[in-house]
């Protein structure tokens, strides 16, 4: 199955942007999902999960200031990200893993990915 993402975009430091990922997976109501990103230079890193019993887990820049949720009955991922700040600015992926059903905080490695959406938070 595929996952779409949209919502990136250009924003000031302090700044906020939804960011929305679309799945064409029958079973999205059981799949742990995630956000990640990739800053020029470096490694991808984690931002967020969302386990298939609705546990989340964040990184800790990102405490306080993002929230991942899911729409199960439109089946889409979102990320709601404020207070933007310049080290924020990465491409972001959407990231599922429809595998099993997972319980708690997820601590696995999505098998399916977007292509990603640029977010860059600049003045």
């Known amino acids: 199955f595929q996952l779409v993402e949209s919502g990136g975009g250009l924003v000031q430091p302090g700044g906020s942007l939804k960011l929305s990922c679309a799945a064409s997976t029958i079973n999205f109501r059981g799949c742990a999902m995630g956000w990640y990103r990739q800053a020029p230079g470096k490694e991808r890193e984690l931002v967020s999960t969302i386990s298939s019993d609705g546990t989340t887990t964040y990184t800790n820049s990102v405490k306080g200031r993002f929230t991942i949720s899911k729409d199960n009955p439109k089946k889409t991922l979102f990320l709601q990200m404020k207070s933007l700040r310049t080290e924020d600015t990465a491409v972001y992926y959407c990231?599922?893993?429809?595998?099993?059903?997972?319980?708690?905080?997820?601590?696995?490695?999505?098998?399916?990915w977007g292509q990603g959406t640029q977010v860059t938070v600049s003045s």
């Open positions: 990231a599922a893993d429809c595998r099993g059903y997972y319980f708690g905080k997820y601590n696995g490695i999505p098998n399916v």
